[in-house]
T-cell receptor, first 111, second 113 residues
């Protein structure tokens, strides 16, 4: 089945230790998104790609970076995680009518 | 700009009872409308979408929603809920000319036996 895959599902890192979260998709969609979701809140958009064109949200901290080496893969890098970065990170792709298809998420814990 | 208001943060209901989760939106341009469901420690799953045409939209798991343009609403309904419907539900809008989804704050549906 075509899908959005995120690895790992659970990630534990130490305060200040860089971490990379991965996302891949078999839907062949041009647009990919990274969201941060904290407990009992709606997802918050960090960035999105239209193909390789990178779009950063104005309030996304510089601590967060992203890479998209090809259509299928997208990475979220957190350069120096703080306690406030503990959250669920969701990757999504976009279909024909702006509907988004989400991966299962990576839950990040910062110790 | 678009905005979404989900009027109820929590909706408790007994199993087999009907439920309605309310969503109102604001936009100066035409929009697509969506409902997503999120189970604990999972990503969001698309329940249904309104693009155009018939105002009553049927989705997965027995859910349906009705688009009301005059009231700028897109309420989600299910005639008989199950324990397994316990989850967080997000309403979202997207303008035709943008790639972004604007989410509501979510409604926690809690189904009791």
């Amino acid at each position: 089945d075509a899908m959005v895959i995120q690895n790992p599902r659970y990630q534990v890192t130490q305060f200040g230790k860089p971490v990379t979260l991965s996302c891949s998709q078999t839907l062949n969609h041009n647009v990919m998104y990274w969201y941060q979701q904290k407990s009992s809140q709606a997802p918050k958009l960090l960035f999105h790609y239209y193909d390789k064109d990178f779009n950063n949200e104005a309030d996304t901290p510089d601590n967060f970076q992203s890479r998209r080496p090809n259509t299928s893969f997208c990475f979220l890098d957190i350069r120096s995680p703080g306690l406030g970065d503990a959250a669920m990170y969701l990757c999504a792709t976009e279909g024909l009518y702006n509907e988004q298809f989400f991966g299962p998420g990576t839950r990040l814990t910062v110790l | 700009a678009q905005s979404v208001t989900q009027l109820d943060s929590q909706v408790p209901v007994f199993e087999e009872a009907p439920v309605e989760l309310r969503c109102n939106y604001s936009s100066s341009v035409s929009v697509y409308l969506f409902w997503y469901v999120q189970y604990p420690n999972q990503g969001l799953q698309l329940l249904l979408k309104y693009l155009s045409g018939s105002t009553l939209v049927k989705g997965i798991n027995g859910f349906e929603a009705e688009f009301n343009k005059s009231q700028t609403s897109f309420h989600l309904r299910k005639p008989s809920v199950h324990i397994s419907d316990t989850a967080e539900y997000f309403c979202a809008v997207s303008a035709y000319n943008t790639d972004k989804l604007i989410f509501g704050t979510g409604t926690r549906l809690q189904v009791f036996p």
